[in-house]
């Protein structure tokens, strides 16, 4: 039972850092940059749903969209002043603003909504579900970030695969040059990616600070990281991997500190990163990459 | 024309004059602590309690101003002491702070080769205070806090199987648990469960299950207060309901925006400063700060603001002047304070020769949303 209890906070834990993997994947697969900044994003979508259910009294429907609304547009401003003057510099360029901009959107935060964390209010109106005599509590917010994540993740690939935009993001995603010279407006396919990873964010803010209701301005930086990391983990460009390494490192990191030791909870987190990179250095679902010579 | 510049001069003069003979004793005290960054909750309120009290002993007229500096350190010992150079370049006479641990640890070193008094409100790690004599405490001591809660849980007779939930990455939590360990071994407390976190745990299950499945009742919590509200989200939602012990730390729970203060019922902690307490000192503390910041001030702001009193009835002691260098007071100070004795809003205080603060601290409960003592 202690086994099962811990499985199922393991996948609750994943499917929250799953979410937030498929923003960065996106990202990466199609502008081929880690925006690092995407989880100081979904701690500002956090912070809206908030202040829209808190101080606003807003339904639960209306802060979420508000929330999408504002990163949405975030992230396509962030793009448009940050990125997009980059376009031609190095990646390193590109990842050391990206680093930048995860500090501005921090301090921001600390300037408006403070220093003293906030509990994140409870959306969702339901009750733990007890099974087996009680001896096994399966929280609504997982089952909720569960079904959002096969939802965002079905959307996204049949988005990516069905649709004009999705078309022309593939293309710019293959070679850039090549889909300009194609007639394809690659500065517009960008953009879309940062709308809709941004999008995804606020989705993400709200999930993460619902089965973790603690909210302040360094709250996505963390999760973030390690959402990068399941990223990684299993692919990074590949949406289903995103989500099979999101539940497998939550699944790690919550049987590493149950049955090895809380200390080490990070760090064998961590070293399953540098392992699965040196046996696979394309992640468990990634593409290999061909060399032409 | 001439005439009334010249008489306006005059007067000007004769002003001035007149501010010279009052002779206010001027103090110059810098406060360092973190402001930004993820700390920024301890600095903020310590230097929002020491402004109140310099304001108000500025206010009274009674000869004194202290002139606070700040500067931020983002609790980071290698900014902590570029923001002290930064105010002994701009004449800082002594050094409330700094508000956190490993800051103070860098900054005490510093001061003390430059002799420079320091009275920290909040860092309570003894290395703090170690081998520097120039370093002074308000806050009570790590060790101090882990054994009075063991001799509460022993003699109260709280628990009989303890769970201990600590930060690893933090010298304040893990000093407390430490001595809290040496001192239950010693009264024979059994401990069934210890288990650790960092500052960026998100995910609180496994530390919680492992209490409830080695059947602890009572639940120690050496943590700050907001990992402490995620602790008990997660143990309601298990379904686990042991007695919570925490620590100063712990203060600051019922004023959390967005908390469900229900959780936090029943509730015990070890603090110094109530806020819901009514004696007039701080009744008086509690408004002005909600008035000029929109919040119930923490144990933080009412430690810093006692330091502020503290430090100018040592200054007098030590006969300060209005200008006089920060090494040349240091010894008078430091001779000052161990002569001290005052009372503030944390309680009746008198220091030790190694710069350790001794006071009461009060074991509290939690009930319908308030601080009682455990006694009543």
Redesign the interface.
Known sequence: M?FL??LV?GI??GSIYAIIALGYTMVYGIAKMLNFAHGDVIMVGAYIV?CAA?YWNLPPVLCVIAAMLVCTLLGITIEKLAYKPLRQATGLAVLITAIGMSYLLQ?TA?LIWG???????SLFALD?IWLFN?QL?I?PETLITIAANIVIMTALTLFIAKTKTGKAMRCVSEDRGAAELMGINVNRTISVTFAIGSALAAIAGLL?CSS?????P?TG???GIKAFTAAVFGGIGSIPGAMLGGVLLGVI??FG??YIS??L??AIVFAVLIIVLLVRPTGLLGKPIREKV | MKKIIALVLVLCLALAASAALAEDLVLKIAHIGPQTGGAAVYGLATYRGAKIAADEISDADNGIKVELLNEDDTHDAEKAVNAYNNVMEQGAQMIVGTTTTAPCIAVGAKAFEERVFMLTPSASSTDVTADKDNVYQLCFTDPNQGSASAAVINEKKLGTKIAVIYNNADAYSTGIYQTFKTKAEDLGLEIVSTTTFTDETTDFSVQVADAKDKGADLVFLPIYYTPASQILIASSSIGYTPTFFGVDGMDGILTLEGFDTSLAEGVMLLTPFVADAKDELTVNFVAKYQEQYKEVPNQFAADAYDCIYAMVEAAKIAGVQTGDAAEDICDNMIAAMQQLKITGLTGAMTWSANGEVDKVPTAMIIKDGKYVGLDN
């Open positions: 202690v209890s811990n906070n609750s834990l908030f808190q301090n600390l220093a003293n964390p906030k509990v994140f209010p733990t009680g509590a929280k993460l973790y209701p603690q909210l302040m360094t930086s963390m999760p990191e919550i500190k149950a809380t200390e909870g990070d």
